[in-house]
Each structure stands twice: as structure tokens, then as C-alpha cells.
């Protein structure tokens, strides 16, 4: 069966501070994968997507960066965290099917 | 552009019928999704629609019109589990861009 983890699970971060949030798939090959934010009270905002190793496609231009070094593993950066970075980041998977499944989250507090 | 309605909040009596409709306008249409989502968790899969129609699964049910840019999502006999945010999502002509709606957070009340 495929699963998918995320981690940490909750992060406090001072302004300023670098950000490495990682996304494993398991139990399935060459996936896409995608990068969620959703704000407080509200929708999820698509980051970043990738149809495979290497291959990264932005959607929102910000001070974060995504990185896909292997073929189900997908990595969230930045180098200096603003207080508006600040949210509910989902890491998603798509395999076979149309749908997406996502992960457990990281809850991001820049303070 | 891309816009997704739906509306912000809903309450139902437990064992009733719910509607919770959504309206798109977007550049392109792949298909649409619905998720539910508990507070403080990740959203999990409902249903797709991608032609016109009805698709039943259990107690949900989602319905689509493309023509009017428009779907619904029915729960049927509430269960008090049943609380959360429902999300609809389309995806574009790409394929890979989804476009997520603001959420309805429905309530579901004894």
C-alpha cells in the first residue's frame, strides 16, 4: 500500500531562520508530487508540483524553494523565513489515479 | 483567472441531508474533487467527477455540470463525525495545476 510522511510535524522558526521541511512516498513509483500552504482559515495554496527527479515547477513566486533529489522524496527550503511564511504545509502525492492524497502536515509558527 | 465558491459555513441536525455546492471559473477544466478535512488534519479524498452527472459512494454523493461550471456534494443521514471542512478542488487543462476552494466548514449539530 502507498503512504506518505512528513516531517516535523510542528515547527517554531524565528524571522530570518532557514526552513527544510522533507516529503517521503512509499509503495509507489515516479509519482507527482506537490507542495501545499494553507493559511489559517483558509484554502490550500499550490507551491510547488514536480512530475519527476529534478523537474520543479512553481506556482507562486516567494522566497521558498522545492527540491526532488530522489524519485519519492520532496524537499521544502528556504533561507530566510518571513513572518508571513507562517501556515499548514502539505505535502501531496499523486500515483495512478487522478486524486491526490496528502500527508500528515507541518504545522510552520514564525515568530 | 481561477475562482472557486463555495460557501463558509453550514449546519445540519445529525440523520438529516446536506448540500454543499460549489462554482468554478477557471482557465481550464480536468476534473473536480472533493476533500474532507478535519480541523488541524490533512484533507482526505472524497470523490471525482470529470463528466456530467452523479457519482454515488455510500452516504456522499457529488454531482457535476460543466456547462454551468458548477457541482455539488451530498451527505446523506449526518453523523456528528461528519464535521469538517469540505473542499473543492479543480484541476486544470495541464493536468497538474489544482485549484483549491476556500473550504465550507459544516457542522453538524445532535
Known amino acids: 500500500s502507498q503512504t506518505i510522511h512528513q516531517w516535523p510535524a510542528t515547527l517554531v522558526q524565528p524571522v530570518g531562520s532557514p526552513l527544510s521541511l522533507e516529503c517521503t512516498v512509499e509503495g509507489t513509483s515516479n509519482p507527482n508530487l506537490y507542495w501545499y500552504r494553507q493559511a489559517a482559515g483558509r484554502g490550500l495554496q499550490l507551491l510547488f508540483y514536480s512530475v519527476g527527479i529534478g523537474q520543479i515547477s512553481s506556482e507562486v513566486p516567494q522566497n521558498l524553494s522545492a527540491s526532488r533529489p530522489q524519485d519519492r522524496q520532496f524537499i521544502l527550503s528556504s533561507k530566510k523565513l518571513l513572518l508571513s511564511d507562517s501556515g499548514f504545509y502539505l505535502c501531496?502525492?499523486?500515483?495512478?489515479?487522478?486524486?491526490?492524497?496528502f500527508g500528515p502536515g507541518t504545522r510552520l509558527t514564525v515568530t | 483567472g481561477q475562482n472557486i465558491d463555495q460557501p463558509t459555513e453550514m449546519t445540519a441536525t445529525e440523520g438529516a441531508i446536506v448540500q454543499i455546492n460549489c462554482t468554478y471559473q477557471t482557465s481550464g477544466f480536468n476534473g473536480l474533487f472533493w476533500y474532507q478535512q478535519h480541523a488541524g488534519e490533512a484533507p482526505t479524498f472524497l470523490s471525482y467527477?470529470?463528466?456530467?452527472g452523479l457519482e454515488e459512494k455510500g452516504r456522499f454523493s457529488s454531482f457535476l455540470s460543466r456547462s454551468k461550471g458548477y457541482s455539488y456534494l451530498l451527505l446523506k443521514e449526518l453523523q456528528m463525525k461528519d464535521s469538517a471542512s469540505y473542499l473543492c478542488?479543480?484541476?486544470?487543462?495541464?493536468?497538474?495545476?489544482?485549484?483549491f476552494g476556500p473550504g465550507t466548514r459544516l457542522s453538524v449539530l445532535p
Open positions: 467527477n470529470v463528466l456530467d
Open positions: 501531496a502525492y499523486r500515483a495512478r489515479g487522478e486524486e491526490q492524497y
Open positions: 478542488a479543480v484541476k486544470d487543462n495541464y493536468g497538474q495545476n489544482f485549484v
